[in-house]
């Protein structure tokens, strides 16, 4: 359990070492498809340049060989019993790395299972990336998908490692071929790579030393290329920008608290306060247990006093006369969607810019990125995990500056009414208003838990299916009865009563029944939205009609299959439906004369052909009552 | 004049700290009376000017070097601190299927829930540090806890652009790590550059002293001489030697640490 620590080895450390130790590290992050050999670089650069703690190898060969494996280098990185048993990372990690005098920060991400959630986590701050590419396979999908990233989150500083060049007998030609490759591919993106290292991680050729076997490159080791990565630049420079984070009263005095972005600020200046434009005059710099200085640079967490004594908000911008960011309530926004179900039009989400909140809502989606050859074309939806230009529609005009690598200026980042961050969106600048896209959708300022505190339970839509005469109104309308009388605020939409009005100029061809599913799923989602459990009523024959459903009402909706055979509805037909059909007066009858595909995997079965309505109601009332309270 | 590393961690710190305080309420600050945590409350006080707007708590294992309950006492008073104290429960409850130092850790744990339910706290500040264990590298700086207070590894939320979680259901807390981006160097530099009081515990008397400091029956002190703040920075400037090392919980079982913290260890 002792170890002796010594003092003997500090001779070498020089007083220039000492002073740099202090310096920030620089992070660097470590991208590439699965199986390109991101853990093997990672454990072989931190061997080769003697940066494992004591001990270190000896526990990765003990863990590796009690799972019967060679020396596993990515149990370096994967640090919880859970990632080393089933062999994949499940979050991203951060190691420290020191280089010469330099320190730098090495985040690995995983590549598989909601990869973009960790990756943006780890990412998000670096100032440079390595993106590891076998060289046998050249680009695949995830490297396009990380190098994708690599550009929305602003990284400038890319070096490629070709990798597993040994496996190509480190033959120029071939290698050369893949790296033409993969900057068509990065300039494509507007990456310009800054560096190429053919190399092998796990023989250590190019990494820390010159490989003998690659006598013509010429260029730098992973080393000497990371070496070279320039450290981040000051954004004193800059015009200022404080955005208000807080504002404190203490002994008698009002501060406001926030950091500075970029530029400075100093006693005396005049700065304006957000979008509504006060001004005050800079009365003190405020810090606790600090020097006194008159003035303050970006990066620098301080509280000012102003004069007159002004109540900003938090999210306030502070700035200079003659240096105001842009203003528009329509903005432009690149995106990078976490989701796990896509984006689509009218989504209202909260637009977290540094300390400001807006509500916006998706006006159009411009564009997607198709991650097989990376063109972006119009969709109507942005999938999970995926890449797109989308136009955001905000209640009032707001003061923003456009995404700018190197800055904290343009970071958006969607929020949705559980406040859980679902996107990145750096804003690119103001959108025109043109053509169909002049709508401004608005959306709600009350959140879901808010709605939940008053009504007791949250919106839920219980959707039935079922063939005409199955039960599925009589079940609904005793739920919704019994819902009411336990304090539930149920609603049902019926199939039949929709079309009396809604969807009056709809018939029953199968395009008009897409069009009527849609209709009920958009008005059930407004009333799920405001709090309601909503139990629909349709018999929605056709699966991808109820996908379709699904995908409009998204988390809150659950499938009811009220199953009754042709026969026994035919032989109850209390509208005399069934008769009309046999006889030909309907067309494209349910069951007679048009199919109905029966849900496969129903979140709850009522049979009405074995059970009664007194049962069977109760159990839809239970289940509707479980969903909305749970 | 050009911010060093340690100008910018102070500042990512008090941004945290001003972040919890403006969104997580009721919040209260946890303070073992470590080194780490003392830099802690001394950055709550650069955030917010000298004063520490929130509750500390102590979760008291009653396993403590007596010096430790001395600096208590001490700084409760110097520094005004409006101090919770909590009690954990016995060994003889835990989890059995623990190694008996983890076992021993486990109070903790319990203790913190319990303190957590009583002041129904929606957020909770901790001193821990992406460089002192593999599964704490793993940490986001906001980390929502569920209800029963576990961390769900497989599924923490995207944290980047200095935004961060918050609490979305009843039942739910966040737990605040304003030094996960410091390493044991910095918090020395620091303490050394603020002149920020330490247990006198971690310097060396003898030729030994600790270099981490949990209860005193699992917590072990290493061979050393260093007993100025200036030795032990020149002693972590050359050592290879991880910092927990004489903690005997972190290194029972390979998984010992995982399920401790799993279950809302710190």
Request: aromatic letters at 6%.
């Amino acid at each position: 359990m002792n170890e002796v620590l010594t003092t003997a080895g500090l001779a070498s450390l020089d007083a220039a070492d000492r002073d740099s130790a202090l310096d920030a590290a620089t992070p660097i992050v470590i991208v590439g498809h699965v199986d390109h050999g991101k853990s093997t670089l990672i454990g072989r650069l931190l061997h080769d340049t003697d940066n494992l703690q004591e001990g270190k190898v000896a526990q990765i060969i003990e863990s590796s060989r009690k799972r019967g494996l060679q020396i596993e280098w990515s149990f370096l990185l994967d640090s919880l019993q859970i990632e080393r048993d089933q062999g994949v990372t499940v979050d991203s990690t951060r190691i420290p790395f020191r280089l010469g005098s330099r320190q730098f920060v090495i985040v690995d991400a995983p590549g598989h299972r909601q990869f973009l959630r960790n990756m943006i986590t780890g990412a998000a701050d670096a100032d440079a990336a390595v993106l590891v590419v076998d060289a046998r396979e050249g680009a695949q999908e995830q490297t396009r998908r990380h190098a994708m990233l690599l550009r929305l989150i602003g990284i400038r500083h890319v070096i490629v490692l070709l990798n597993k060049v040994d496996l190509l007998e480190f033959d120029q030609e071939k290698v050369r071929a893949v790296e033409k490759s993969v900057t068509e591919l990065l300039t494509q993106l507007d990456i310009r790579p800054s560096l190429f290292v053919p190399a092998s991680a796990r023989d250590g050729d190019n990494i820390a030393s010159r490989s003998e076997r690659s006598p013509w490159h010429t260029g730098p080791t992973l080393v000497e290329a990371l070496a070279a990565v320039p450290s981040a630049e000051s954004r004193a420079g800059l015009p200022l920008r404080m955005p208000v984070q807080d504002v404190y009263r203490f002994d008698d005095k009002r501060f406001v608290a926030g950091r500075i972005e970029r530029g400075q600020v100093s006693v005396g200046d005049t700065v304006i306060i957000g979008a509504q434009g006060s001004r005050a005059r800079v009365a003190s710099v405020e810090r606790w247990s600090a020097p006194a200085r008159d003035t303050a640079s970006a990066g620098e967490s301080i509280a000012l006093t102003l004069e007159p004594d002004v109540i900003p908000d938090r999210g306030d911008l502070l700035f200079f006369p003659g240096e105001e960011p842009l203003r528009s309530a329509r903005v432009r926004a690149r995106l990078f969607w976490l989701r796990q179900e896509p984006l689509r039009v009218g989504e209202t989400f909260r637009l977290r810019l540094a300390t400001a909140e807006h509500q916006v809502t998706v006006a159009s989606i411009d564009s997607v990125v198709q991650l097989d050859d990376l063109s972006e074309a119009k969709a109507d939806e942005v999938p999970p995990e995926g890449f797109a230009e989308i136009t955001l529609a905000v209640a009032e005009a707001i003061l923003f500056d456009p995404f700018t690598p190197g800055t904290t200026d343009g970071r958006g980042v969607l929020v949705d009414r559980n406040q859980k961050i679902v996107g990145g969106a750096p804003l690119i600048g103001p959108a025109e208003i043109g053509g169909d896209a002049a709508i401004y959708p608005s959306g709600s300022t009350l959140n879901a838990a808010d709605r939940r505190k008053t009504r007791g339970h949250d919106g839920r839509v219980v959707w039935l299916t079922g063939l005409s005469g199955s039960g599925k109104s009589t079940l609904a309308r005793k739920a919704e009865q019994i819902l009411f009388e336990r304090g539930t605020d149920a609603v049902v939409l019926d199939g039949d009563t929709l079309r009396t009005g809604l969807c009056s100029n709809l018939g029953f061809s199968e395009a008009d029944r897409h069009e009527n599913v849609r209709r009920a799923a958009e008005v059930a989602k407004i009333l799920a939205e405001a709090g309601h459990v909503v139990l629909v009523t349709l018999i929605s024959p056709l699966a991808k009609d109820r996908a379709l459903a699904r995908q409009i009402i998204g988390e809150r909706f659950d499938e009811v299959f009220v199953a009754a055979s042709v026969e026994v509805c035919e032989s109850r037909d209390v509208k005399g439906l069934y008769a009309a059909a046999r006889e030909g007066k309907i067309q494209d009858f349910t069951g007679v004369s048009a199919p109905y595909e029966a849900p496969e995997s129903p979140a709850l079965k009522l049979e009405t052909g074995s059970a009664g309505i007194p049962e069977l109601s109760a159990r839809l009332a239970d289940f509707a009552a479980a969903r909305s309270r749970g | 004049m050009s911010a060093d590393h340690l100008d910018q961690l102070e500042a990512q710190s008090v941004f945290i700290l001003r972040e919890a305080w403006r969104k997580l309420k009721p919040l209260a600050m946890l303070w073992s009376l470590g080194k780490d945590s003392n830099v802690m409350l001394w950055l709550a006080r650069k955030a917010f000017l000298g004063h520490v707007p929130f509750p500390v708590m102590h979760v008291d294992t009653e396993m403590k070097f007596p010096e430790m309950y001395d600096f208590r006492t001490e700084y409760t008073k110097k520094w005004n601190l409006d101090l919770l104290l909590g009690y954990c429960p016995p060994v003889e409850e835990m989890d059995p299927t623990l190694p008996p130092a983890a076992r021993s850790a486990a109070r903790k744990t319990a203790g913190l829930a319990a303190m957590i339910e009583k002041h129904k706290l929606q957020g909770v500040i901790a001193g821990i540090r992406r460089d002192e264990q593999g599964t704490r590298a793993k940490e986001r700086v906001f980390s929502p806890r569920g209800s029963g207070h576990k961390w769900d590894i497989r599924n923490q939320p995207p944290e980047f652009w200095d935004q961060y979680a918050t609490p979305h259901e009843d039942g739910m807390h966040i737990r605040v790590h304003p030094l996960l981006a410091w390493r044991e160097i910095d918090i020395w530099r620091y303490i050394e550059r603020e002149g920020i009081p330490v247990v006198d515990l971690y310097f060396a008397k003898n030729g030994k002293r600790y270099r981490s400091l949990g209860d005193k029956n699992i917590t072990f002190p290493i061979d050393s001489n260093a007993s100025t703040i200036a030795e032990i920075i020149t002693e972590l400037e050359t050592t290879k030697t991880s910092e927990r090392a004489g903690r005997a919980m972190d290194n029972e079982t390979e998984d010992a640490f995982e399920r401790l913290r799993v279950a809302g260890y710190l």
